[in-house]
């Protein structure tokens, strides 16, 4: 499995419980580092306290918001290269194109179930 670090940048403490919870189910190796908000995960990227192998974003948060991170981080030459997945509740086909324009891998609907959530997650985290 490639991805052994994962970088979640979420605002919503239930989210990122479940997140960790689902990827811990999927495999115990993998190392979840959670940012609450974009000015920080970039704080804590550029400082290398994080040096994740793959990002799942949610796109509404305080300070600086998905959007604007992911502009930053895709113009950033040392970052640009990490997977950004776009994980939020939009279910916007805009806000898919928007991201997809920005740089991001692709836009996860955030699921209603931890099931759900498992099987989203287990063909990205384990290809």
Same mark, same amino acid.
């Given at each position: ?5 994962? =970088?979640?940048? /979420? /605002?919503? #403490?239930? /989210? *990122? ?9 999927? &495999? ?6 959670? $940012?609450?908000?974009? *000015? ?9 306290? !994080? #040096? ?5 974003? &949610?796109?509404? %948060?305080?300070? %600086? ?5 992911? *502009?930053?981080?895709? @113009? &950033?030459? $040392?970052?640009?290269? #990490?997977? !950004?997945? !776009? =994980?939020?509740? $939009? ?18 609907? @955030? ?12 063909? #990205? !985290?384990?290809?």
């Amino acid at each position: 499995m490639p991805f052994k670090q994962i =970088f979640l940048i /979420d /605002d919503d #403490i239930d /989210d *990122q419980e479940l997140f960790i919870s689902a990827l811990k189910n999927i &495999d115990q190796n993998v190392d979840c580092r959670v $940012s609450g908000n974009g *000015q920080d995960a970039l704080r804590k990227l550029n400082n290398r306290e !994080v #040096i994740p192998n793959l990002i799942f974003l &949610d796109l509404n %948060m305080p300070l %600086m918001n998905g959007h604007e991170f992911l *502009q930053r981080i895709k @113009k &950033d030459e $040392s970052l640009k290269h #990490i997977p !950004v997945f !776009v =994980f939020t509740t $939009s279910r916007n086909p805009r806000t898919i194109e928007d991201v997809k324009k920005l740089g991001a891998q692709d836009l996860i609907t @955030k699921p209603n179930s931890f099931n759900e959530l498992l099987l989203l997650l287990r063909p #990205i !985290v384990c290809e």
